[in-house]
């Protein structure tokens, strides 16, 4: 407009140093330096392999060590990544003291032996992660998203508060490992409370469905608060099953209700993904799917597998969120653009990648023997076959290498991927205080099987997108709270 000027959008990244407070950078060379020394106390932990403990309150052992070093790393690339992404916001030293503070809190959360301490941390945790989701207090979007999810957490909170109380009821003790070695005396009525009540609460903290909503709620935070929720964050559910693995195997049927709930998200992340168009609800729905993955492998017994899960999503998520801006493209879609969903591949193709995940899938057996007989390990080797088959038919559609070299190299690229993956598997398993507990094979499992592979020719082959219905209703599930919706950037200052 006439006699209207506007500052240029487009300019040197700020420098992180020059006039930068003191807070976020001594809070970042903290950070990294507790990842350092959880390295050093990792690598005595595997060397010794005590348990250290202040009785009664506190016990380290392989999956706090453990969690302290995914938690630090993934939290030292936030802070870093950070430095520059804040730069000159208002918010920015508030953020730092916000993120670090979470860091903190997951690891004491961890390490925690008395119920009551653990019960407060959780609590914490959750209210962090809600400050941070509405960090601009100036944004009435970001304050009803942050409102949303602090309902969720406060009432998964309310969950483990009961569950913990049963439990302490029924056996009279008041440490997670006491309740753990006494689970073989559990059973009735007042324990069906406590199960049921830990799986509730790690379904809301983990965002399965029907709880995701306020994780597709949650993108007016900052995009490395989202890093760090969709990497650790949400991860709690899965570490709250493998703390209370004694309690939740006690019942065979339990564990397959789990199984159930954790495929019923899995299956449903995939289909919400499919509607979603944005990147970062993209991402929402697909972490919605992988932590019913998660939550499956414990439902199946598999509390290594979970916990290897967490950690190779957290990694992926992690990039994939502070990256995101790479992925957006402005591009005006055309009669030319490429629609991938619908697109079938060659015979040829198909049959490569169909071999390479059976036979990694047989290479997964071997190393970890998981699969080798009738039993609940049959489902959990049936996802390495599946997740590898459909990574391998993306390589062979996407890469673009000659005909030949590609199908070759399909192979040499995922099979030395199966075999770190099986060794991280086993590592991990190695580590933990919690023994597999494998289950029978039953109808549930062949079902659930089933249904996977139905999903994925029919999201694959585009036959969902004929059906108006479906469509409807899966984008009307993945609508996040309409308070906390931008429709006009005007609404959008954060000074």
């Known amino acids: 407009m006439s006699g209207h000027s506007s500052k240029p959008m487009v300019g040197p990244l700020p420098d992180t140093t020059a006039n930068s407070p003191l807070v976020p950078g001594a809070l970042t060379w903290l950070v990294w330096s507790l990842f350092v020394t959880s390295i050093v106390v990792l690598i005595v932990k595997i060397r010794f392999g005590a348990v250290w403990e202040i009785p009664g309150l506190v016990a380290i052992d392989g999956l706090t060590v453990l969690m302290w070093v995914v938690v630090t790393f993934f939290s030292g690339i936030v802070h870093s990544y950070s430095r520059r992404y804040m730069a000159g916001s208002t918010y920015k030293t508030r953020f730092f003291i916000g993120t670090f ?16 301490l653990f019960g407060f941390l959780w609590v914490a945790m959750g209210l962090v992660m809600a400050e941070l989701i509405g960090i601009n207090g100036g944004w009435k979007q970001a304050q009803a998203a942050a409102m949303v999810a602090r309902k969720y957490f406060l009432a998964s909170s309310v969950l483990l508060g009961i569950a913990l109380t049963a439990l302490w009821w029924t056996t009279g003790l008041t440490t997670v490992s006491g309740i753990g070695a006494a689970a073989d005396t559990l059973g ?238 086993e590592g991990v398993s190695n580590l933990l205080s919690v023994s597999t507990a494998t289950t029978e094979l039953t109808l549930l499992h062949g079902v659930i099987a089933v249904g996977f592979v139905g999903i994925y020719i029919a999201i694959e082959s585009g036959v969902h997108e004929h059906s108006q219905r479906l469509y409807v209703a899966l984008l009307n599930a993945t609508q996040p709270s309409s308070n906390t919706l931008l429709t006009s950037t005007e609404e959008y200052n954060e000074y």
């Open 188 to 425: 009735g009525s007042v324990w069906l409370v406590a199960a049921g009540a830990l799986v509730l609460a790690a379904m809301i903290q983990s965002a399965l469905i029907p709880f995701h909503s306020w994780l597709l709620s949650s993108m007016t935070a900052p995009t490395p608060a989202s890093a760090l929720m969709h990497a650790g964050f949400v991860n709690a559910g899965g570490i709250l099953l493998t703390r209370f693995a004694p309690v939740i195997t006690v019942d065979s049927t339990l564990m397959l209700a789990v199984v159930a709930i954790g495929a019923a998200s899995a299956g449903g992340g995939k289909l919400l993904k499919s509607v979603q168009t944005d990147i970062k609800g993209k991402l929402g729905c697909s972490t919605v799917g992988q932590m019913g993955f998660m939550i499956m492998q414990a439902g199946l017994g598999f509390f290594g597998a979970a916990i290897t899960h967490l950690i190779l999503h957290g990694f992926y998520k992690a990039y994939q969120f502070l990256s995101s801006g790479e992925q957006v493209e402005h591009t005006t879609p055309s009669e030319t653009t490429e629609h991938t969903i619908g697109r079938m591949t060659s015979a040829v193709g198909f049959v490569v990648a169909l071999l390479t995940g059976l036979a990694g899938g047989m290479v997964f057996t071997v190393l970890t023997g998981k699969g080798a007989s009738v039993d609940s390990g049959l489902l959990l080797t049936f996802f390495v076959v599946f997740t590898t088959l459909h990574a391998a038919r993306s390589a062979v559609e996407h890469t673009s290498l000659p005909t030949l070299a590609r199908y070759g190299a399909v192979p040499l690229v995922f099979f030395p991927a199966i075999v770190i993956y099986a060794v991280v598997y």
């Open 101 to 116: 503070g979470f860091t903190v809190t997951v690891m004491a959360l961890v390490a925690a032996d008395h119920v009551a």
